[in-house]
């Protein structure tokens, strides 16, 4: 049986949604004893990490032909995909329903990876991938967009961190648009933003700008309505938005505060805008 070794690494910093790149890698050996490999690495522009190492993983096993007599191991940092992977077929047969009769999430690539599965023997190795060039990949798209297109060997050490836009010590909170992700080394450095003042202004207005055009379709918004559209990762970031808006109503519906556009960029970058 000819063995093939499919590696993936994910990452993103989201706890929900947000931007993820990718990286998988395929090896198999061939009848002259060489090596064959196959890589190939890109960003998804909105998705879960879940959700990306599935259509990852669906994305190399488009690669391998589909014939029978082939073995599959799937190396990889998911218990999630290991789990669903091990109880495919009894969710295939329970039409991809959980026990309370509602259809578990990602299925419409489960039923892509169901296909493979009957076709080659499927095994999953949890562990961590390090390709590398995922972090530069990653880096780089979050950054592109103010200016950053290269990072010296001294900025790429250390990882990637999650930096927030508007500072936590501003009054900044974990959510969609406050979070971008960069190098350690370039985050504590002289270029970063905690040290280059007109980084961190731009920052900052590329995000009022995002958030004006994100609350740019109704004059009032609900706290519900603004939880909705920005997502915030934890209940003590939502308790803090809700506290930082609570004399600041423009008016009630249904029993609800109310709360002017402006207003809630204002709130959002820390109470002032750039």
């Given at each position: 049986m000819v063995?093939?070794?499919v590696y993936i690494e994910i990452l993103s910093h989201s706890r929900s949604e947000g931007r993820a790149a990718y990286y998988y890698r395929l090896e198999s050996m061939l009848k002259n004893g060489k090596l064959h490999t196959t890589e190939e690495s890109g960003v998804y522009a909105w998705t879960t990490k879940n959700r990306a190492f599935i259509q990852t993983a669906v994305d190399a096993l488009r690669r391998i032909r589909?014939?029978?007599e082939i073995e599959i191991v799937i190396h990889g940092d998911s218990d999630y995909f290991k789990r669903i992977l091990n109880d495919i077929d009894r969710y295939h047969e329970n039409?991809?329903?959980?026990k309370k009769g509602q259809e578990i999430?990602?299925?419409d690539l489960w039923r892509l990876i169901y296909m493979q599965s009957q076709v080659h023997f499927i095994d999953v190795e949890v562990e961590q991938i390090k390709s590398g060039s995922i972090y530069r990949r990653f880096t780089k798209m979050e950054l592109s967009d103010i200016g950053i297109k290269k990072f010296t060997d001294e900025e790429l050490i250390g990882g990637v961190d999650r930096h927030h836009i508007v500072f936590k010590s501003q009054g900044g909170v974990n959510h969609?648009?406050?979070m971008i992700s960069m190098p350690h080394g370039f985050h504590i450095g002289s270029r970063g933003p905690h040290r280059d003042h007109e980084l961190d202004l731009k920052l900052?207005?590329?995000q009022q700008e995002q958030l004006f055009r994100l609350f740019g379709e109704h004059i009032l918004y609900t706290l519900e309505a603004v939880f909705a559209l920005i997502h915030p990762e934890r209940e003590k970031d939502r308790r803090k938005i809700e506290k930082a808006l609570q004399w600041k109503a423009a008016g009630w519906m249904d029993?609800?505060?109310?709360?002017?556009?402006?207003?809630?960029v204002r709130t959002l970058m820390g109470g002032?805008?750039?």
């Open positions: 063995r093939v070794d589909m014939t029978p039409d991809w329903k959980n999430k990602n299925a969609r648009y406050n900052k207005k590329m029993g609800k505060p109310l709360y002017e556009a402006e207003e809630i002032r805008l750039f």
